[in-house]
């Protein structure tokens, strides 16, 4: 089993950047996927980018070109770079950890406010 705790959300202007941190309990490098998603009032939790243990990474259309995820298996921690927020960013985010096994883990979320 692994514990996945997020942070580094916050209110942020328009077209501000805020990074995200998810440290894991374990190491990750087993893991095989892992991603953020997040879900805003109303709405259904959504992809945001996802990351192998072989770096292959995938991103949703909306956040391309302003999100940057990565993985530093040494720290067991997954990182979201957010730059150019827009207030329709705004949402609880969350971490998701896959295992080849299928097994899968979320972590409890960080609310990120984007409004001037």
């Known amino acids: 089993q692994v514990q996945l705790v997020e942070s580094g959300g916050g209110l942020v202007q328009p077209g501000g950047s805020l990074r995200l941190s998810c440290a894991a309990s374990?190491?990750?490098?087993?893991?095989?996927?892992m991603g953020w998603y997040r879900q805003a009032p109303g709405k259904q939790r959504e992809l945001v980018a996802t990351i192998t243990n072989g770096g292959i990474i995938n991103y949703a259309d909306s956040v391309k070109g302003r999100f940057t995820i990565s993985r530093d298996n040494a720290k067991n921690t997954v990182y979201l770079q957010m730059n150019s927020l827009k207030p329709e960013d705004t949402a609880v985010y969350y971490c998701?950890?896959?295992?080849?096994?299928?097994?899968?883990?979320w972590g409890q979320g960080t609310q990120v406010t984007v409004s001037s």
């Open positions: 374990r190491n990750i490098f087993s893991i095989y996927v």
């Open positions: 998701k950890a896959n295992y080849p096994t299928g097994i899968l883990y």
